[in-house]
């Protein structure tokens, strides 16, 4: 049982948009500006997206953009592309305790 | 050419300790940086195991920690993973990653993984 909790799989078609889901606690993806998202295609290694809930790292296409309301963060794919196809992983800061917590991790169709 | 590679035994008898090394290329470990291992078991999610900065404090996993130490070597520009007393169950792929030490919590760089089987 992951904490952060995310929608196994979503689906879109070429050029459409699509928008994953990852909800939490205010002890986590509510309490602090430190949500990532990570994209993982199989057999390879998870790859930055999105860090502070916002913020793109150089070379990362600006169709990728994301936001946050309350306990609930959200990564937007538009202009879907056939390479985009892959799991994708939300990830929070959780305090001095627990520190890090992941999503379950959804896995993105492109139809 | 900046990136890490995770480097140890693929397997590992049950109650013996798994030891795995990241080697750091293309800067210097005892930069603004942290290290940091992860794992994923076969088909499923993510799983932070600890982060530490050279001479600095080390952050684990409550569910790991007593299990667990990570370690830097900065004359060899590496860091290390040692998790005591394994069973099936830390049976994964293990990754090292990088975290910039700027007061937030995000993993920019990654190595490409090593599976570790736990079977006698």
């Known amino acids: 049982q992951s904490a952060l909790t995310q929608p196994r799989s979503v689906s879109g078609s070429p050029g459409q948009s699509v928008t994953i889901s990852c909800t939490g606690t205010?002890?986590?993806?509510?309490?602090?500006?430190?949500v990532s998202w990570y994209q993982q295609h199989p057999g390879k290694a998870p790859k930055l997206m999105i860090y502070?809930?916002?913020k793109r790292p150089s070379g990362v296409p600006d169709r990728f953009s994301a936001s946050k309301s309350g306990n609930t963060a959200s990564l937007t794919i538009s202009g879907l592309q056939a390479e985009d196809e892959a799991d994708y992983y939300c990830c929070s800061y959780a305090g001095r305790y627990t520190f890090v917590v992941f999503g379950g991790g959804t896995k993105l169709t492109v139809l | 050419q900046v990136q890490l590679q995770e480097s140890g035994p693929g397997l590992v008898k049950p109650s013996e300790t798994l030891s795995l090394t990241c080697a750091v290329f293309?800067?210097?470990?005892?930069?603004?940086?942290?290290c940091v291992w992860f794992r994923q078991p076969p088909g499923t999610g993510l799983e932070w195991i600890g982060s530490?900065?050279?001479?600095?404090?080390?952050y684990y996993n409550p569910s790991l920690k007593s299990r667990v130490t990570i370690s830097v070597d900065a004359s060899k520009n590496q860091f290390s993973l040692n998790l005591s007393s394994v069973t099936a169950a830390d049976t994964a792929v293990y990754y090292c990653?990088?975290?910039?030490?700027?007061?937030?919590?995000?993993?920019?760089?990654w190595g490409r993984g090593t599976l570790v089987s736990v079977s006698s």
């Open positions: 530490i900065r050279h001479l600095e404090k080390t």
């Open positions: 990653a990088r975290q910039p030490a700027t007061g937030t919590w995000y993993f920019d760089l």
């Open positions: 205010s002890s986590d993806v509510g309490g602090y500006r430190y």
């Open positions: 293309g800067y210097s470990i005892s930069s603004g940086y942290y």
């Open positions: 502070d809930v916002t």
